[in-house]
């Protein structure tokens, strides 16, 4: 057997780039990387002179990378991946949360946290976390139960056998998520005999699992004993590369097809047979069509409280469950007749058995009247609240941003007002247009996530809108889009608070307190000017006042040959009042407040409607 001598960090990183994926590409197509003491002369080394091949990005914050990469993964429809490699310690523990967001929604990162000396020789390592009862554990435990896979690399050879498991795990269908392999930083350094097979190019080809026979036989026979179908499209659909198949089916069969954040996109919002977003941000179209339901077909979904209503959105008693999806976990949901299956075999499957099977097409009516309802809001104000200097509402910059999008744009966001107002809002022209982080919902992915969109599809226009909040929560990779020359608008609506969260407060019955800026404790008014934050770091920036000055500014954006950052003042008060659907947030028992004591009863009728 030949052999070649090299480091473990140099094996790790030579394994990684000969990892193809089945388009011949590699599946790892770069690393984001801040070093350490924990990883700069072991793997910092190899990366080095790796970099031509597998090139190495530098950010600013460990969590922030990780988002780019996840984005990056998540846009390419997990074909795609990307690596994060961090020192020991709070470099390390800062990939948590973003571990926990692709664990969430089921997106491939590789993560190579440095970890302590494995002969335990100069311990207590600088930031080496000590486990006074068991001498094995190190920061990095914590990633174990946001991993799909973890493994520590306590030895040269260990990577013969976790490199293979990593990208099995990072490439299946089911399994899919966020590989950890904590690489101890003496190991790194260390030299192996490595067989030179194990360096060998490899593809790794998207397992496309067909549906059992008994279960394909028996949603079949569910589909057909019902009389009114729906289709829940769910990220799943996506990632299968199944959203013509599912157009097909729903046309074959006159299904409607709703979609949850992360389906959205799956069919053109104005294919007749998409009735949009579905649940507690869902239109009000696509949810009378859910409550008649008598059958629920789910494709590629989790099932999220979101997407069902708490499980209140199904009010049909005599409803029937399918779930297609290619995790036993997601397939078992609920009590659903199981569909283990691919989406795009599983649908294809489904269209062959039902053959000549039509449904009632739904009413046309229902989507022109939700958007004869909602459209006014998005519209540019009227000349009555321009006179008044009212506020812009974030309906009216959805409007703005959407009259400037194109067919190849890409809107993403992640938490607080905009994910819901979107959802329900956005026309989205075709599978791709619409990148919603709301599995994890996680503020502070927005800007570095809009980054990653950019490097997984650099013809794609990405648009960010995200609020102050989120903002402030994590912005330092706007500095590594402006230094990597990366072309991302990002439309910062500043409510000057939490405001989603305000009204969910309200909302329960609260008063308003610790969300908004001017409800927190405070000594001093807060003034952040965003517009000049921003242009600090590199970016061109601008601070306007109106829909029309933001409207002027999206296009002067498309000219722009880096980061874009156009900042508008919105009122944190408005939603919009069409569509939607309760959401299971416990109010408390007992209050002093009767706006507590009022949202309970009301909570307690909203909870009895849940089957």
């Not at 970890?115 to 990095?140: H, K």
């Not at 659909?237 to 074959?252: N, P, V």
């Not at 903002?471 to 405001?499: C, H, P, Q, W």
């Not at 927190?520 to 061109?540: K, L, P, R």
Request: overall charge negative; proline content about 6%.
């Amino acid at each position: 057997m030949k052999t070649i001598r090299l480091t473990a960090a140099q094996a790790l990183v030579r394994y990684v780039s000969a990892q193809m994926n089945e388009d011949g590409v590699p599946f790892i197509s770069g690393v984001w990387a801040i070093f350490g003491h924990g990883n700069v002369a072991g793997l910092g080394e190899a990366l080095y002179h790796a970099k031509d091949k597998l090139p190495t990005y530098r950010g600013h914050n460990e969590q922030g990378m990780a988002h780019a990469a996840i984005a990056y993964a998540k846009q390419s429809c997990r074909k795609r991946a990307m690596a994060v490699t961090s020192s020991i310690g709070p470099g390390a523990t800062n990939m948590v949360t973003a571990a926990a967001l692709a664990h969430v929604n089921r997106l491939p990162v590789l993560l190579i946290p440095g970890d302590v000396f494995a002969n335990r020789g100069p311990d207590p390592v600088l930031q080496q976390v000590e486990s006074f009862g068991d001498g094995t554990i190190s920061a990095n435990d914590c990633f174990r139960p946001v991993s799909r896979y973890f493994d520590r690399i306590s030895r040269p050879e260990h990577l013969l056998t976790a490199l293979p498991r990593a990208f099995a795990t990072m490439t299946d269908p089911a399994d899919c998520g966020p590989v950890t392999l904590a690489f101890c930083q003496d190991v790194q350094a260390e030299a192996y005999e490595y067989p030179e097979s194990f360096f060998e190019p490899r593809i790794w080809h998207q397992r496309r699992i067909k549906p059992d026979e008994g279960e394909l036989v028996r949603a079949v026979e569910a589909i057909k004993a019902a009389s009114k179908p729906v289709i829940i499209a769910g990220g799943g659909t996506h990632y299968s590369g199944a959203c013509e198949a599912l157009k097909d089916f729903a046309e074959a069969h006159q299904i409607p097809v709703v979609e949850s954040q992360a389906g959205k996109s799956a069919l053109p919002w104005d294919h007749p047979m998409n009735l949009g977003a579905v649940g507690v941000t869902g239109t009000g179209s696509a949810n009378k069509v859910c409550e008649e339901a008598d059958l629920v077909l789910g494709v590629g979904t989790r099932f999220q409280d979101f997407t069902t209503g708490s499980w209140a959105l199904f009010k049909n008693p005599d409803k029937t469950l399918i779930s297609l999806n290619v995790a036993a976990y997601d397939a078992l949901k609920h009590g659903a007749l199981p569909v283990q299956c691919d989406a795009l075999v599983g649908l294809k499957a489904l269209g062959v058995a039902l053959e000549g099977v039509s449904f009632a097409a739904p009413d046309p009516m229902l989507k022109t009247n939700w958007f004869a309802a909602v459209d006014p809001l998005t519209a540019a104000p009227a000349e009555a609240e321009l006179a008044a200097n009212a506020l812009p509402t974030d309906q009216q910059v959805i409007g703005a941003v959407q009259r400037a999008s194109g067919p190849d744009s890409v809107v993403m966001c992640a938490a607080g007002t905009m994910p819901g107002e979107l959802h329900k809002l956005w026309k989205s022209p075709r599978p791709g247009a619409y990148h919603m982080e709301y599995g994890y919902s996680c503020m502070g992915y927005e800007i570095a996530g809009a980054m990653g969109i950019k490097l997984a599809e650099p013809e794609r226009d990405v648009v960010c809108m995200l609020g102050d909040g989120s903002y402030m929560m994590m912005n330092s990779e706007l500095a590594t889009a402006v230094m990597m020359g990366v072309k991302i608008t990002i439309v910062l609506t500043d409510n000057r608070g939490f405001g989603c969260i305000n009204r969910l407060q309200m909302g329960t019955g609260g008063a308003e307190f610790n969300n908004l800026l001017d409800h927190a404790h405070h000594v001093n008014e807060a003034h952040i000017d965003f517009a000049m934050h921003s242009a600090a770091m590199g970016a061109t920036s601008r601070k306007v006042g109106t829909i029309a000055e933001l409207e002027t500014a999206l296009e002067d954006a498309k000219s722009c040959e880096g980061p874009f950052v156009v900042v508008i003042d919105t009122d944190p008060y408005p939603s919009t009042p069409d569509g939607g659907h309760w959401w299971d947030v416990a109010v408390p028992e007992i209050s002093e407040r009767e706006e507590v004591n009022k949202a309970r009863a009301d909570y307690l009728k909203h909870l009895a409607t849940r089957n």
